[in-house]
Protein backbone atom coordinates (compact mmCIF):
# COMPACT_ATOMS: atom_id res chain seq x y z
CA UNK A 1 0.00 0.00 0.00
CA UNK A 2 1.65 3.10 -1.17
CA UNK A 3 0.95 6.82 0.42
CA UNK A 4 1.21 8.39 -2.56
CA UNK A 5 -0.65 6.25 -4.74
CA UNK A 6 -3.66 6.70 -2.42
CA UNK A 7 -3.33 10.61 -2.19
CA UNK A 8 -3.08 10.81 -5.98
CA UNK A 9 -5.80 8.81 -6.04
CA UNK A 10 -8.16 10.33 -3.37
CA UNK A 11 -7.39 13.44 -4.91
CA UNK A 12 -9.43 12.35 -8.00
CA UNK A 13 -12.07 11.73 -6.74
CA UNK A 14 -12.59 15.00 -4.94
CA UNK A 15 -11.93 16.49 -8.21
CA UNK A 16 -14.73 14.75 -9.58
CA UNK A 17 -17.03 15.42 -7.42
CA UNK A 18 -16.18 18.72 -7.00
CA UNK A 19 -17.07 18.90 -10.73
CA UNK A 20 -20.24 17.32 -9.94
CA UNK A 21 -22.62 20.11 -8.91
CA UNK A 22 -26.12 18.53 -8.78
CA UNK A 23 -24.66 16.57 -5.82
CA UNK A 24 -23.26 20.10 -3.95
CA UNK A 25 -26.40 21.36 -4.50
CA UNK A 26 -28.00 18.22 -3.17
CA UNK A 27 -25.69 18.22 0.27
CA UNK A 28 -26.68 21.87 0.85
CA UNK A 29 -30.49 21.83 0.48
CA UNK A 30 -29.95 18.93 2.87
CA UNK A 31 -28.06 21.11 5.29
CA UNK A 32 -30.47 23.70 4.50
CA UNK A 33 -33.21 21.46 5.68
CA UNK A 34 -31.29 20.81 9.01
CA UNK A 35 -31.28 24.35 9.45
CA UNK A 36 -34.63 24.78 8.97
CA UNK A 37 -35.74 21.51 11.10
CA UNK A 38 -33.72 23.32 13.66
CA UNK A 39 -35.56 26.69 13.60
CA UNK A 40 -38.80 26.56 12.79
CA UNK A 41 -39.35 23.07 15.20
CA UNK A 42 -37.97 24.23 18.80
CA UNK A 43 -36.75 21.38 20.74
CA UNK A 44 -39.09 22.61 23.97
CA UNK A 45 -42.30 21.83 21.41
CA UNK A 46 -41.15 18.31 20.26
CA UNK A 47 -40.37 17.27 23.25
CA UNK A 48 -43.92 17.65 24.91
CA UNK A 49 -44.49 14.66 22.91
CA UNK A 50 -48.51 16.02 22.14
CA UNK A 51 -48.20 18.71 19.67
CA UNK A 52 -48.95 16.06 17.42
CA UNK A 53 -51.14 13.87 18.50
CA UNK A 54 -53.60 11.82 16.22
CA UNK A 55 -52.73 14.08 13.65
CA UNK A 56 -54.47 16.89 15.66
CA UNK A 57 -51.96 20.21 15.99
CA UNK A 58 -54.82 23.03 17.46
CA UNK A 59 -57.68 21.90 19.37
CA UNK A 60 -60.28 24.98 19.52
CA UNK A 61 -62.45 25.56 22.57
CA UNK A 62 -65.71 27.58 21.67
CA UNK A 63 -68.05 29.34 23.80
CA UNK A 64 -71.45 31.01 23.11
CA UNK A 65 -71.10 33.86 26.20
CA UNK A 66 -67.90 34.02 28.47
CA UNK A 67 -68.75 32.11 32.19
CA UNK A 68 -66.35 30.84 35.28
CA UNK A 69 -65.27 27.72 33.86
CA UNK A 70 -64.60 29.23 30.45
CA UNK A 71 -62.52 32.08 32.39
CA UNK A 72 -61.02 29.14 34.44
CA UNK A 73 -59.74 27.33 31.55
CA UNK A 74 -58.52 29.76 29.47
CA UNK A 75 -55.86 30.53 32.90
CA UNK A 76 -55.25 26.97 33.09
CA UNK A 77 -54.20 25.97 30.30
CA UNK A 78 -50.78 23.47 30.55
CA UNK A 79 -47.49 24.91 28.88
CA UNK A 80 -47.20 22.04 26.53
CA UNK A 81 -50.70 22.83 25.00
CA UNK A 82 -50.72 26.52 24.91
CA UNK A 83 -49.36 26.77 21.84
CA UNK A 84 -52.32 24.23 20.45
CA UNK A 85 -55.11 25.37 22.21
CA UNK A 86 -57.64 28.53 20.62
CA UNK A 87 -60.09 30.09 22.42
CA UNK A 88 -63.18 31.27 19.99
CA UNK A 89 -66.59 32.87 21.01
CA UNK A 90 -68.95 31.60 18.22
CA UNK A 91 -72.40 32.05 17.51
CA UNK A 92 -74.45 30.21 20.31
CA UNK A 93 -76.92 28.73 17.29
CA UNK A 94 -73.57 27.41 15.69
CA UNK A 95 -73.03 25.27 19.79
CA UNK A 96 -73.31 21.86 18.54
CA UNK A 97 -73.45 22.22 14.71
CA UNK A 98 -70.14 21.07 12.31
CA UNK A 99 -67.98 24.06 11.80
CA UNK A 100 -66.04 24.75 8.93
CA UNK A 101 -62.23 23.21 10.35
CA UNK A 102 -58.76 23.02 8.68
CA UNK A 103 -57.47 19.58 8.61
CA UNK A 104 -55.49 18.90 11.35
CA UNK A 105 -57.82 20.22 14.04
CA UNK A 106 -60.02 19.35 16.89
CA UNK A 107 -62.87 21.57 18.63
CA UNK A 108 -64.39 21.24 22.12
CA UNK A 109 -67.90 23.56 22.63
CA UNK A 110 -68.81 24.72 25.48
CA UNK A 111 -72.40 25.93 26.69
CA UNK A 112 -75.01 26.22 29.53
CA UNK A 113 -78.23 25.75 29.65
CA UNK A 114 -80.56 26.96 32.86
CA UNK A 115 -83.92 26.87 33.65
CA UNK A 116 -85.24 28.16 36.53
CA UNK A 117 -85.20 26.37 40.00
CA UNK A 118 -83.61 23.33 37.89
CA UNK A 119 -79.86 22.85 37.94
CA UNK A 120 -78.08 24.25 35.16
CA UNK A 121 -76.02 21.47 32.54
CA UNK A 122 -73.30 22.38 30.67
CA UNK A 123 -72.98 20.61 27.77
CA UNK A 124 -69.93 19.51 25.94
CA UNK A 125 -69.35 18.52 22.41
CA UNK A 126 -66.15 17.09 21.05
CA UNK A 127 -65.71 17.31 17.58
CA UNK A 128 -62.63 15.10 16.53
CA UNK A 129 -61.36 14.11 13.24
CA UNK A 130 -63.18 11.40 11.38
CA UNK A 131 -62.76 7.92 12.94
CA UNK A 132 -59.88 9.20 15.08
CA UNK A 133 -62.23 9.38 18.57
CA UNK A 134 -58.67 9.48 20.43
CA UNK A 135 -56.98 12.21 18.77
CA UNK A 136 -58.18 14.97 21.18
CA UNK A 137 -57.53 12.46 24.31
CA UNK A 138 -54.94 14.72 25.56
CA UNK A 139 -56.72 17.99 25.18
CA UNK A 140 -59.85 16.45 27.08
CA UNK A 141 -57.47 14.89 29.94
CA UNK A 142 -56.96 18.73 30.72
CA UNK A 143 -60.35 19.52 30.05
CA UNK A 144 -61.77 17.00 32.41
CA UNK A 145 -58.82 18.14 34.97
CA UNK A 146 -59.66 21.83 34.72
CA UNK A 147 -63.49 21.19 34.85
CA UNK A 148 -63.65 19.85 38.07
CA UNK A 149 -61.48 22.21 39.74
CA UNK A 150 -63.89 24.97 38.23
CA UNK A 151 -66.91 23.23 39.74
CA UNK A 152 -65.14 22.96 42.85
CA UNK A 153 -64.42 27.06 43.28
CA UNK A 154 -67.74 27.85 41.88
CA UNK A 155 -68.89 25.41 45.06
CA UNK A 156 -66.16 26.69 47.19
CA UNK A 157 -67.64 30.73 46.74
CA UNK A 158 -71.10 29.66 47.28
CA UNK A 159 -70.70 27.65 50.35
CA UNK A 160 -67.82 29.57 52.38
CA UNK A 161 -66.54 27.51 55.09
CA UNK A 162 -67.91 24.39 54.23
CA UNK A 163 -65.42 20.94 53.88
CA UNK A 164 -65.62 20.00 50.32
CA UNK A 165 -64.70 16.79 49.03
CA UNK A 166 -61.10 16.43 48.79
CA UNK A 167 -59.23 17.66 45.48
CA UNK A 168 -58.34 14.06 43.51
CA UNK A 169 -54.53 13.80 42.93
CA UNK A 170 -55.13 15.56 38.74
CA UNK A 171 -51.39 14.32 38.47
CA UNK A 172 -52.32 11.43 37.74
CA UNK A 173 -54.32 10.43 34.46
CA UNK A 174 -56.38 7.85 36.50
CA UNK A 175 -58.30 10.42 38.47
CA UNK A 176 -61.47 9.41 36.53
CA UNK A 177 -61.44 5.83 37.11
CA UNK A 178 -60.80 6.21 40.75
CA UNK A 179 -63.80 8.90 41.21
CA UNK A 180 -65.82 6.39 39.37
CA UNK A 181 -64.77 3.54 41.32
CA UNK A 182 -65.43 5.26 44.51
CA UNK A 183 -68.96 6.16 43.41
CA UNK A 184 -70.05 2.94 42.30
CA UNK A 185 -68.76 1.44 45.87
CA UNK A 186 -71.32 4.39 47.37
CA UNK A 187 -74.19 3.11 45.67
CA UNK A 188 -73.57 -0.54 45.80
CA UNK A 189 -73.64 0.39 49.57
CA UNK A 190 -76.17 2.06 49.93
CA UNK A 191 -78.41 -1.02 48.23
CA UNK A 192 -76.58 -3.38 50.72
CA UNK A 193 -78.37 -1.15 53.72
CA UNK A 194 -81.26 -1.00 52.12
CA UNK A 195 -81.54 -4.80 51.64
CA UNK A 196 -80.64 -5.63 54.90
CA UNK A 197 -77.64 -7.72 53.84
CA UNK A 198 -75.64 -8.67 56.95
CA UNK A 199 -71.89 -8.53 57.48
CA UNK A 200 -69.76 -5.21 58.01
CA UNK A 201 -67.30 -5.83 55.50
CA UNK A 202 -67.86 -4.02 51.81
CA UNK A 203 -68.90 -6.09 49.03
CA UNK A 204 -67.21 -3.35 45.94
CA UNK A 205 -63.02 -4.27 47.01
CA UNK A 206 -61.12 -0.89 46.79
CA UNK A 207 -58.81 -0.09 43.61
CA UNK A 208 -55.60 0.46 42.94
CA UNK A 209 -54.00 1.36 39.61
CA UNK A 210 -50.15 1.50 39.47
CA UNK A 211 -49.17 3.25 36.26
CA UNK A 212 -45.09 2.87 35.12
CA UNK A 213 -43.48 4.23 32.41
CA UNK A 214 -41.45 1.79 30.12
CA UNK A 215 -38.10 1.92 29.03
CA UNK A 216 -38.49 3.90 26.13
CA UNK A 217 -39.41 7.56 25.43
CA UNK A 218 -42.53 9.20 22.73
CA UNK A 219 -41.51 9.54 19.71
CA UNK A 220 -39.68 12.70 19.09
CA UNK A 221 -40.90 13.80 15.64
CA UNK A 222 -37.41 16.60 14.90
CA UNK A 223 -35.48 13.04 16.45
CA UNK A 224 -37.24 10.96 14.02
CA UNK A 225 -36.96 13.63 11.00
CA UNK A 226 -33.42 14.01 11.68
CA UNK A 227 -32.42 10.39 11.90
CA UNK A 228 -34.37 10.30 8.51
CA UNK A 229 -31.48 13.31 6.76
CA UNK A 230 -28.87 11.58 8.08
CA UNK A 231 -29.73 8.20 6.77
CA UNK A 232 -30.21 9.60 3.62
CA UNK A 233 -27.03 11.40 3.78
CA UNK A 234 -24.96 8.14 4.22
CA UNK A 235 -27.11 6.13 1.20
CA UNK A 236 -26.81 9.20 -0.82
CA UNK A 237 -23.03 9.01 -0.92
CA UNK A 238 -22.76 5.08 -0.51
CA UNK A 239 -25.54 3.71 -2.74
CA UNK A 240 -26.22 6.26 -5.25
CA UNK A 241 -22.79 8.31 -5.89
CA UNK A 242 -20.63 5.89 -5.83
CA UNK A 243 -22.00 3.19 -8.04
CA UNK A 244 -23.07 5.99 -10.40
CA UNK A 245 -19.85 7.45 -10.56
CA UNK A 246 -17.70 3.93 -10.63
CA UNK A 247 -20.02 2.94 -13.92
CA UNK A 248 -19.32 6.33 -15.20
CA UNK A 249 -15.46 6.12 -14.66
CA UNK A 250 -16.20 1.97 -16.60
CA UNK A 251 -18.11 3.66 -19.15
CA UNK A 252 -15.51 5.99 -20.22
CA UNK A 253 -12.36 3.89 -19.94
CA UNK A 254 -10.69 5.75 -17.02
CA UNK A 255 -10.98 2.38 -15.07
CA UNK A 256 -9.52 0.80 -17.41
CA UNK A 257 -6.48 2.98 -17.71
CA UNK A 258 -6.31 3.04 -14.04
CA UNK A 259 -5.99 -0.41 -14.14
CA UNK A 260 -2.37 0.33 -16.55
CA UNK A 261 -1.04 2.25 -14.34
CA UNK A 262 1.37 1.25 -11.30
CA UNK A 263 -1.91 1.77 -8.84
CA UNK A 264 -2.95 -1.88 -7.91
CA UNK A 265 -6.95 -3.08 -7.45
CA UNK A 266 -6.60 -3.35 -3.70
CA UNK A 267 -5.02 0.71 -3.62
CA UNK A 268 -7.63 1.72 -5.96
CA UNK A 269 -10.37 -0.12 -3.57
CA UNK A 270 -8.93 1.36 -0.63
CA UNK A 271 -9.34 5.14 -2.15
CA UNK A 272 -12.79 4.91 -2.69
CA UNK A 273 -13.46 3.34 0.65
CA UNK A 274 -11.99 6.10 2.15
CA UNK A 275 -13.31 8.74 -0.01
CA UNK A 276 -17.12 8.13 -0.12
CA UNK A 277 -17.50 7.04 3.18
CA UNK A 278 -15.57 10.58 4.52
CA UNK A 279 -17.78 12.27 2.37
CA UNK A 280 -21.24 10.73 3.85
CA UNK A 281 -20.02 10.97 7.01
CA UNK A 282 -18.97 14.56 7.34
CA UNK A 283 -22.83 15.38 5.61
CA UNK A 284 -24.30 13.15 8.17
CA UNK A 285 -22.34 14.64 10.84
CA UNK A 286 -23.41 18.15 9.89
CA UNK A 287 -26.64 17.15 9.79
CA UNK A 288 -26.77 15.89 12.89
CA UNK A 289 -24.64 18.71 14.40
CA UNK A 290 -27.26 21.09 13.31
CA UNK A 291 -30.05 19.60 14.80
CA UNK A 292 -28.38 18.57 18.22
CA UNK A 293 -24.77 19.95 18.34
CA UNK A 294 -24.21 17.72 21.69
CA UNK A 295 -24.56 14.93 19.56
CA UNK A 296 -21.15 14.97 18.59
CA UNK A 297 -19.00 14.21 21.50
CA UNK A 298 -21.38 11.00 22.05
CA UNK A 299 -19.34 8.15 21.11
CA UNK A 300 -22.49 5.84 20.53
CA UNK A 301 -23.25 8.45 17.64
CA UNK A 302 -20.05 7.62 16.09
CA UNK A 303 -20.21 4.15 16.27
CA UNK A 304 -23.82 3.86 14.98
CA UNK A 305 -22.61 6.59 11.59
CA UNK A 306 -19.69 4.23 10.88
CA UNK A 307 -21.59 1.04 11.33
CA UNK A 308 -24.52 2.32 8.95
CA UNK A 309 -21.79 4.05 6.52
CA UNK A 310 -19.83 0.92 6.48
CA UNK A 311 -22.54 -0.97 5.28
CA UNK A 312 -23.69 1.50 3.07
CA UNK A 313 -20.42 1.47 1.23
CA UNK A 314 -20.71 -2.34 1.08
CA UNK A 315 -23.83 -2.44 -0.17
CA UNK A 316 -23.15 0.51 -3.34
CA UNK A 317 -19.95 -1.22 -3.73
CA UNK A 318 -20.93 -4.24 -4.56
CA UNK A 319 -23.86 -2.27 -6.86
CA UNK A 320 -20.69 -0.63 -8.27
CA UNK A 321 -19.21 -3.72 -9.19
CA UNK A 322 -22.36 -5.80 -10.93
CA UNK A 323 -23.59 -2.96 -12.70
CA UNK A 324 -22.21 -1.98 -16.16
CA UNK A 325 -23.87 1.68 -16.40
CA UNK A 326 -24.72 4.66 -14.48
CA UNK A 327 -28.14 3.76 -15.40
CA UNK A 328 -27.87 -0.05 -14.37
CA UNK A 329 -26.50 1.69 -11.07
CA UNK A 330 -28.97 4.32 -10.48
CA UNK A 331 -31.46 1.38 -11.00
CA UNK A 332 -29.82 -1.11 -9.23
CA UNK A 333 -29.43 1.38 -5.99
CA UNK A 334 -33.15 2.09 -6.33
CA UNK A 335 -34.21 -1.50 -6.35
CA UNK A 336 -32.64 -2.69 -3.80
CA UNK A 337 -33.87 0.04 -1.65
CA UNK A 338 -37.33 -0.81 -2.75
CA UNK A 339 -36.67 -4.25 -2.15
CA UNK A 340 -35.51 -3.83 1.50
CA UNK A 341 -37.94 -1.89 1.93
CA UNK A 342 -40.92 -4.08 1.13
CA UNK A 343 -39.22 -6.94 3.26
CA UNK A 344 -39.13 -4.99 6.35
CA UNK A 345 -42.13 -3.65 5.80
CA UNK A 346 -43.79 -7.35 5.33
CA UNK A 347 -41.56 -8.75 7.93
CA UNK A 348 -43.03 -5.84 10.78
CA UNK A 349 -47.07 -6.68 10.01
CA UNK A 350 -46.44 -10.11 9.49
CA UNK A 351 -44.40 -10.20 12.77
CA UNK A 352 -41.41 -12.63 10.99
CA UNK A 353 -38.66 -12.72 13.16
CA UNK A 354 -35.03 -12.79 12.85
CA UNK A 355 -35.23 -12.11 8.65
CA UNK A 356 -34.97 -8.45 9.00
CA UNK A 357 -32.40 -8.76 11.31
CA UNK A 358 -30.08 -9.06 8.14
CA UNK A 359 -30.52 -5.95 6.70
CA UNK A 360 -28.23 -2.85 7.68
CA UNK A 361 -31.32 -0.94 7.46
CA UNK A 362 -33.37 -2.30 9.91
CA UNK A 363 -30.52 -1.63 12.75
CA UNK A 364 -29.44 1.44 11.42
CA UNK A 365 -31.96 3.82 11.94
CA UNK A 366 -32.90 2.55 15.75
CA UNK A 367 -28.98 3.63 16.86
CA UNK A 368 -29.15 6.63 15.07
CA UNK A 369 -32.58 8.27 16.55
CA UNK A 370 -31.61 6.23 19.78
CA UNK A 371 -28.05 8.58 19.43
CA UNK A 372 -29.69 11.59 17.80
CA UNK A 373 -32.59 11.52 21.06
CA UNK A 374 -30.63 10.36 23.60
CA UNK A 375 -32.23 7.49 24.62
CA UNK A 376 -29.39 5.03 24.18
CA UNK A 377 -30.59 2.13 25.58
CA UNK A 378 -29.07 -2.06 26.07
CA UNK A 379 -31.38 -2.77 23.26
CA UNK A 380 -29.17 -0.33 21.25
CA UNK A 381 -26.01 -1.54 21.65
CA UNK A 382 -27.46 -4.89 20.66
CA UNK A 383 -28.56 -3.24 17.35
CA UNK A 384 -24.91 -1.43 17.06
CA UNK A 385 -23.68 -4.49 17.16
CA UNK A 386 -25.38 -6.19 14.51
CA UNK A 387 -25.19 -2.98 11.98
CA UNK A 388 -21.40 -3.42 12.39
CA UNK A 389 -21.40 -7.39 12.18
CA UNK A 390 -23.11 -6.99 8.84
CA UNK A 391 -21.09 -3.81 7.69
CA UNK A 392 -17.99 -5.87 8.22
CA UNK A 393 -19.67 -8.82 5.81
CA UNK A 394 -21.11 -6.69 2.90
CA UNK A 395 -17.57 -4.56 3.04
CA UNK A 396 -15.87 -8.01 2.69
CA UNK A 397 -18.06 -9.05 -0.09
CA UNK A 398 -18.39 -6.04 -1.89
CA UNK A 399 -13.87 -6.30 -2.12
CA UNK A 400 -14.46 -10.11 -3.10
CA UNK A 401 -16.68 -8.77 -5.77
CA UNK A 402 -14.89 -5.58 -6.91
CA UNK A 403 -11.36 -7.60 -7.46
CA UNK A 404 -13.47 -10.40 -9.82
CA UNK A 405 -16.06 -7.87 -11.94
CA UNK A 406 -14.70 -4.19 -11.01
CA UNK A 407 -12.93 -3.98 -13.93
CA UNK A 408 -15.65 -6.01 -16.52
Known amino acids: ???????????????????????????????????????????????????????????YVDY??????VEHLRDNVPPDLKAQVV??????????TLLDSPPGTGSIQITTRSEPGKRSTVQIYVWHPDGEPNALAPYEQWL????????????????????????????????????AHKHFQEQIETV???????????????????????????????????TGMVVFALYFACVYLLPTLNCEERERGVLLAQALTPASPTELLVAKFVFYPAFGLGLAATLAAVYKPDVLSSLFFWLALFAVGGGFLGIGMTIAAWAKTQRAAFLGGMCYLLSVSMLLL???????????????????????????????????????????????????????????????
Open 87 to 96: FREIDPAKIG
Open 192 to 226: RKHEGATGATPIVPDLVIDRRGLGGKVLDFRAAIA
Open 64 to 69: DRPSPL
Open 346 to 408: ICSINGIPFLSYLAVEFHGPRILHAALSGAVQTSHWKHLAAALGLAVAWLFAAGWVFKRRGWQ
Open 1 to 59: MRWYILKALIKKEFARHLANRGGIALAFLLVAAAVLLSVFAPRETAAAGTSMVGGVHHC
Open 144 to 179: WKESRRAFEAEAAKKLPGAVLPTEPAFDSDKWLIIE
